[in-house]
């Protein structure tokens, strides 16, 4: 009986060493790498130094958006002078002006008498203050960069520019306009300090450290102008007041090359208190609202039916007499008076709704939507911007006669400001559609990148000539004629487009703008003006048209530009 339990002790005994050598052995060779990765990682402390963020820059250098350059102060006491009392008033009198010399003294001399070995001073420390430390020359003192963002130019182009946040992991992290969309390239690659440790996870003042540097991110140069930026800024606020909307925006554009110079919009924040701010004014309207274009979308359907051959610009209207019946809907003119036998011209210099519902019969549905997609209106743009909306662009069999004959004058169809203005640029520019950029040059420590575009002919240059002579007669004859700047050769048209709302469209609450380009013939600028709801006057000849002007001659001004007759 005892030699049986004897038995029994041995053999738990030796299973239970034969477990340990398993287990052991899986330790030694199996879990090998990972556990000593783990002991490597328990050996070493890891500090993150931040990477600058990169810098937005105008086209002139001047940023949108740069760094607060800041300091955080500790002291390695292992290098540091014995004598704690003396060291705390001397560290007491190097402390930043807003802290008190006494209450710092005492705060230091605790600090010091801990068991930290990195004592923490100051946070926040300027560039002065740091001057005054390092010139002291204490020993064991180390320093850390900080990067906070600063907008100089506060609210200018906020919307366009976006700001700075925290992400779900406490990180900095873009949102909205560039920050948000160039996240990647202007955040740059932190740096670390990797410092062996002891078993309370404190420093080895003799120990193994490595320093990897932080890599700065890549700044990025606009096409923005600084100076018709602050323009479109002045006269939108002005103009909103004046007309008494409810916002707006402004796009002005190279159309040769797509480049945004300038684009406003309001209201608007400031993104250096962007915590401060309503969600609500973060989106860019330019870019991520869509809205009823009205007349202005007159000009992008005569291009199409020109460029179709089904009209040419003295063609005359068979149905211009009086009012359009479509089943059980009447279309009328916005001023209820008619001219038969009008041609295309007279169409778009007297903003004929009834006309335009002559033009796209003769388009028809299919060749009507193929332009609308060739301008680009079916999809987003792809400027760079975070936040682009991409339009609601019904499929060919959801396209009813009333919505085929409402589209052709600007309702029942919705837009976005930024695609607006790319297909205004096709007009003149002799028909090629161009991506609308933001961003010139990227520029990286191994050079300067370009940001690509796409480019694509999408009607003639001949097309581009005529409805460009159309928009000229337009502004000339038109009803914003009493706006234009006498004697000079200004392509553009106005667009009223009353808002829907349950169902129907209210006549009082209108979105009003005005689209151009000059010279005529060779645009140096094209512009995008949106008013919604003015309540001063509904339609845009008498809101937007003169807010265009205003700024036009602004930049002609500035720009040294010519846009008179010969």
């Known amino acids: 009986m005892l030699r049986q339990r004897i038995r029994f002790i041995f053999n738990i005994f030796f299973l239970s060493f034969g477990l340990v050598i398993i287990r052991l052995g899986w330790w030694q060779i199996i879990q090998k790498d990972e556990l000593l990765a783990q002991a490597e990682k328990q050996r070493h402390q890891e500090k993150i130094i931040a990477a600058p963020r990169g810098k937005i820059l105008y086209c002139d250098g001047f940023p949108l958006a740069t760094n607060n350059v800041s300091y955080q102060i500790h002291l390695f006491k292992p290098e540091a002078e014995k004598d704690l009392s003396s060291l705390a ?66 609210s200018q182009a906020a919307q366009l520019v976006g700001f700075i946040g925290k992400n779900s992991k406490g990180d900095n992290q873009g949102y909205f306009g560039l920050e948000g969309y160039y996240n990647d390239e202007l955040r740059g690659k932190n740096g670390r300090i990797i410092q062996e440790t002891d078993a309370l996870g404190e420093p080895i003042p003799l120990g193994k450290s490595k320093k990897i540097a932080p890599q700065a991110g890549a700044d990025l140069k606009l096409f923005l102008n600084r100076k018709i930026q602050w323009i479109i800024e002045k006269e939108l606020e002005n103009g909103i007041k004046k007309y008494g909307a409810k916002g707006g925006f402004v796009i002005v554009s190279d159309p040769n090359n797509g480049s945004i110079l300038a684009m406003a919009s309001q209201p608007n924040f400031n993104p250096n208190q962007y915590a401060e701010t309503e969600a609500d004014l973060f989106p860019n309207p330019a870019i ?209 487009a009353q808002i829907p709302l349950k169902g129907h469209y209210d006549e009082n609450r209108t979105v009003a703008s005005f689209i151009g380009f000059a010279p005529a013939y060779q645009a140096k600028f094209s512009m995008l003006v949106t008013l919604f709801e003015p309540s001063s006057s509904p339609w845009a000849s008498e809101t937007a048209a003169p807010l265009w002007f205003n700024i036009a001659e602004k930049i002609f001004l500035l720009n040294s530009i010519n846009p008179r007759k010969d």
Request: glycine share 6%; aromatic share 8%.
């Open 89 to 154: 008033y001397q560290l007491s009198l190097l402390a930043p002006s807003s802290k008190k010399q006494v209450v710092e003294e005492e705060r230091i001399k605790g600090l010091l008498e801990s068991e930290l070995l990195w004592i923490p001073l100051w946070k926040k420390t300027n560039q002065l203050e740091m001057e005054k430390i390092e010139k002291a020359a204490i020993s064991g003192i180390r320093s850390e960069k900080e990067f906070s963002r600063i907008y100089p130019e506060a």
């Open 288 to 496: 991520a609202q869509t809205f009823e274009p009205g007349s202005i979308f007159k000009v992008f359907v005569m291009a199409s039916a020109i460029d179709a051959n089904v009209v040419t610009p003295q063609s005359q209207c068979q149905q211009c007499q009086g009012p359009k019946k479509i089943g059980e809907y009447e279309i009328h003119t916005w001023n209820d008076q008619y001219y038969p036998q009008s041609t295309m011209t007279e169409i778009i210099k007297n903003s004929d709704n009834v006309g335009m519902v002559f033009v796209g019969s003769q388009l028809g549905k299919k060749k009507l939507l193929d332009y609308l997609v060739k301008f680009g209106f079916d999809r987003k743009t792809n400027i760079d911007l975070q936040g682009e909306m991409n339009a609601i662009f019904k499929k060919p069999y959801q396209w009813y006669p009333i919505d085929l004959a409402t589209a052709t004058f600007g309702q029942g169809i919705a837009v976005t400001g930024i695609q607006t203005i790319q297909a205004l640029n096709v007009l003149a520019n002799g028909g090629v559609r161009i991506t609308p950029r933001i961003v010139e040059t990227i520029e990286l420590a191994k050079g300067n990148q370009k940001v690509p575009q796409e480019k694509e002919k999408i009607i003639s240059a001949e097309t581009a000539r005529q409805v460009t002579q159309m928009m000229v007669e337009a502004v000339q004859h038109g009803e914003a004629q009493w706006t234009n700047i006498a004697n000079t050769q200004i392509a553009g048209k106005t667009g009223t």
